[in-house]
């Protein structure tokens, strides 16, 4: 089953960036889709953004023009580049496969400060 570390949160101020990375392993990297997820406190688990694994890229219209997901096969890693932060961006970010695993990693908080 699919292995995920996600790193690169913190704590930013509003119009600030970050850039999270997703490294995967015990699958075939290159063969799957991946996707960012996060959950704000008490709130459902929100997908963020897709990237296939041809490398065509979906976002929700939330961060739609502010992320960009992409891709290394080479280092089995999934990126997550979130610019003009907002407030409301604040959450525990998570990195899984598409079509969606139950083995879900720690995820990576991030905290975007008004």
């Known amino acids: 089953q699919v292995q995920v570390v996600e790193s690169g949160g913190g704590l930013v101020q509003a119009g600030g960036s970050l850039r999270l990375s997703c490294a995967a392993s015990?699958?075939?990297?290159?063969?799957?889709?991946m996707a960012w997820h996060r959950q704000a406190p008490g709130k459902q688990r929100d997908l963020v953004a897709t990237?296939?694994?041809?490398?065509?890229?979906a976002y929700g219209d939330s961060v739609k023009g502010r992320f960009t997901i992409s891709r290394d096969n080479a280092k089995r890693t999934v990126y997550l580049q979130m610019n003009s932060l907002k407030p409301e961006d604040t959450a525990v970010y998570y990195c899984?496969?598409?079509?969606?695993?139950?083995?879900w990693g720690q995820g990576t908080q991030v905290t975007v400060s008004s």
């Open positions: 990237i296939t694994r041809g490398g065509s890229t």
């Open positions: 015990r699958i075939i990297f290159s063969l799957y889709g």
């Open positions: 899984n496969t598409v079509p969606i695993s139950d083995h």
